[in-house]
C-alpha cells in the first residue's frame, strides 16, 4: 500500500491528540509572557555536507555598468567540481554550474548558485541554492532539489534549509588547487 506524505502527516497529526489524552497526560506548556504557544514547531536533521569547488571569479560584462534588475552582479564563480556525502547519499558535484552573487540595493549579498550533483549509483541532482548573507563569510541558504525517480524523491519532497561557511573549513580536507576556492554547505530537512 502507498500513502501520500500529505496522508502520513495527517495520520500522524490526527494520533498525537489521542497520545497526549491518555489518563494523567498533561496538556502543552503554557507559553512564557508574550510569546505565542507553538502548535506545531518545526525541527531540523542533517542531510548532507556539499563542498563545491570553483575557480577564480569571472566578469559579468563591463565592470564600468554592474547594474541588474536586482542589484549589482559583477562575477560568476563557475563551478569546477567538488564533493558532497551523507546520510545514504554520496557523490560528486559535477562541473559546470555556478554562482552568481548579487548585491541588493539595500547592500545585502545574495547567493544564487545553479549546479548539478551525480550519486555514487549514478543518479543526478540539480540543486538551486539562494540564500542571504549575514556575515561576510557566512550565508543561509534555501535550497530546492530536482532528481527524477523514486529512491532520491525524497530530496524534491522536503523542505531544506542550509549554511554556507565561507572558505571550507581545513578538517573537510578539500584539496583545493592553485586558482580553486571551495565553500562549505551543510544541508538540513524541517521535520
Same mark, same amino acid.
Given at each position: #500500500?502507498?500513502?501520500s506524505r500529505?496522508?502520513?502527516?495527517? +495520520?500522524?497529526?490526527?494520533s498525537?491528540?489521542?497520545?497526549?489524552?491518555?489518563?494523567?497526560?498533561?496538556?502543552?506548556?503554557?507559553?512564557?509572557?508574550g510569546?505565542?504557544?507553538?502548535?506545531?514547531?518545526p525541527?531540523?536533521? =542533517? %542531510? #548532507?555536507?556539499?563542498v563545491?569547488?570553483?575557480?577564480e571569479?569571472?566578469?559579468?560584462?563591463?565592470?564600468? !555598468?554592474?547594474?541588474a534588475?536586482?542589484?549589482?552582479?559583477? %562575477?560568476? =564563480?563557475?563551478?569546477?567540481?567538488g564533493?558532497?556525502t551523507?546520510?545514504?547519499?554520496?557523490?560528486?558535484?559535477?562541473?559546470? $554550474? $555556478?554562482?552568481?552573487?548579487v548585491v541588493?540595493?539595500d547592500g545585502?549579498?545574495?547567493?544564487?548558485? +545553479?549546479?548539478?550533483?551525480?550519486t555514487? !549509483?549514478?543518479?543526478?541532482?540539480?540543486?538551486?541554492n %539562494?540564500? +542571504?548573507?549575514?556575515?561576510?563569510?557566512?550565508?543561509?541558504l534555501l535550497?530546492?532539489f530536482? %532528481?527524477s525517480?523514486k529512491?532520491?524523491g525524497?530530496?524534491?519532497?522536503g523542505?531544506f534549509?542550509?549554511? +554556507?561557511?565561507?572558505?571550507?573549513?581545513?578538517?573537510?580536507?578539500?584539496?583545493l588547487?592553485?586558482?580553486?576556492?571551495?565553500?562549505?554547505?551543510q544541508?538540513?530537512?524541517?521535520?
Amino acid at each position: #500500500m502507498t500513502i501520500s506524505r500529505r496522508n502520513a502527516l495527517g +495520520l500522524i497529526g490526527a494520533s498525537v491528540p489521542l497520545a497526549a489524552s491518555g489518563a494523567g497526560a498533561a496538556g502543552p506548556a503554557a507559553p512564557a509572557p508574550g510569546q505565542p504557544r507553538l502548535y506545531d514547531k518545526p525541527g531540523v536533521e =542533517w %542531510v #548532507m555536507d556539499i563542498v563545491p569547488v570553483c575557480s577564480e571569479p569571472e566578469p559579468m560584462g563591463p565592470q564600468d !555598468d554592474l547594474t541588474a534588475a536586482d542589484g549589482k552582479r559583477d %562575477v560568476v =564563480w563557475p563551478i569546477t567540481g567538488g564533493y558532497f556525502t551523507g546520510r545514504d547519499i554520496k557523490g560528486t558535484v559535477i562541473p559546470g $554550474g $555556478g554562482d552568481f552573487p548579487v548585491v541588493r540595493p539595500d547592500g545585502v549579498w545574495v547567493v544564487d548558485a +545553479l549546479y548539478r550533483l551525480k550519486t555514487d !549509483d549514478g543518479a543526478q541532482i540539480i540543486i538551486h541554492n %539562494v540564500g +542571504l548573507s549575514y556575515t561576510e563569510d557566512k550565508f543561509r541558504l534555501l535550497p530546492t532539489f530536482n %532528481v527524477s525517480g523514486k529512491k532520491y524523491g525524497w530530496l524534491r519532497e522536503g523542505v531544506f534549509v542550509a549554511t +554556507l561557511t565561507y572558505p571550507v573549513p581545513p578538517e573537510y580536507n578539500a584539496q583545493l588547487k592553485p586558482g580553486e576556492n571551495g565553500r562549505l554547505i551543510q544541508v538540513y530537512r524541517l521535520v
